[in-house]
């Protein structure tokens, strides 16, 4: 099948190429895929898709009217693609259900680990020669509680690690996982976990009903000097609040490899440009913030994975097997 693979960078043809070998004809461009661009989608029945591609109506019709059939997403989070408007044009969307939870959980751990021992500023100090331990003052993740916000397969993984280093637990989400429960995680109201822990971590899908789900209200439920981690999607906090909760010293640090207007920055090279996005550079200047680039999820196993399941994707819909990675109008949960 010939397939466009829009946003394409080095290590996705790396990983799309092993994981072809030959099978598909796949076609790599830099260019993300938007209303703009569509065009490029000009002879390709299938384009695969990452998370900075923008399908909305305007471009769907247009790459709809153009032949694609089959859109092939490289993530297993969907909201940047309008699933009902490409229903109504006949075009398949498809995902990866599952890649590596491990790869998450574990850069959230790593986050909390940075943000509390402040390896950030250490790591500085050091290549300037200051080797002085104030302001370094950290506390014991053991004993400490964390309240983990989505309970899927991540926030399963992160309970594990969690678990092992002697935290307690409570949870929150709309189903009750019992791996987790056996973990010890104690299910609560939202507003009982973020009342109670001393970090919370995001681990839910991006839908209206979980847009700024962390809002001023919410943060001010949280106890003072608390900790934020979002490895989750970007518009889950709303970054007004954020600031505000910030600039009041009422939260104590936040971790975020995403973020709400992420799209024209992440995944491209700023070093010679201006960044005109005033909320992100105003979360800059705070020495207990640490942003990074949407990389949570990029280990080699997960790269393996989702570049497999993307060409077995393309495989199911060219053979007409049935497949359990078809997204539908419907909601699935992460």
Known sequence: MRCLVTSARPYDQQFLGAANDGRHELVFVE??????????????????????????????ETIARLGTKLLVLRSTGFNHVDISVAGKHGITVMRVRD????AVAEYAVGLMLTLNRHLHKAYNRVRDGNL??????????????????GTGKIGTALARILHGMGC?????????????????????PLETLLAKSHIVSLHVPLFPETRHLM??????????????????????????????????RHLGAIGLDVYEEEADLYFKNHCDDIIC??????????????????????????????????????????????????????????
Request: aromatic letters at 8%.
């Open 168 to 188: 307690h637990l409570l949870g929150y989400d709309t189903v009750l996982n019992p791996a987790c429960q056996e973990l010890g995680v104690a299910y609560v």
């Open 215 to 248: 809002n001023a209200e919410r943060f001010a439920l949280m106890p003072e000097g608390a900790m934020l981690i979002n490895t989750s999607r970007g518009a889950l906090i709303d970054t007004t609040a954020l600031i505000a909760a910030l600039k009041s």
């Open 31 to 60: 260019t993300a895929l938007n209303a703009e661009t569509a065009f490029i989608a000009q002879g390709y029945p299938a384009l695969c898709l990452f998370v900075d591609d923008t399908l909305d109506a305007k471009t769907l």
């Open 277 to 334: 996005d005033d909320s992100f550079e105003r979360l800059l200047t705070f020495p207990n913030v640490v942003i990074t680039g949407h990389q949570a999820f990029f280990t080699r196993e997960a790269m393996k994975t989702i570049a497999n399941t993307t060409i077995q994707n393309l495989d199911d819909y060219s053979t007409g097997r049935d497949s359990p990675n078809l997204v539908s109008a419907n909601r699935t949960a992460q």
């Open 99 to 102: 890649y590596s939870p491990y």
């Open 132 to 149: 002085l331990l104030d302001g370094l003052l950290g506390f014991d993740m053991h004993g400490k509680t964390v309240g983990i916000v």
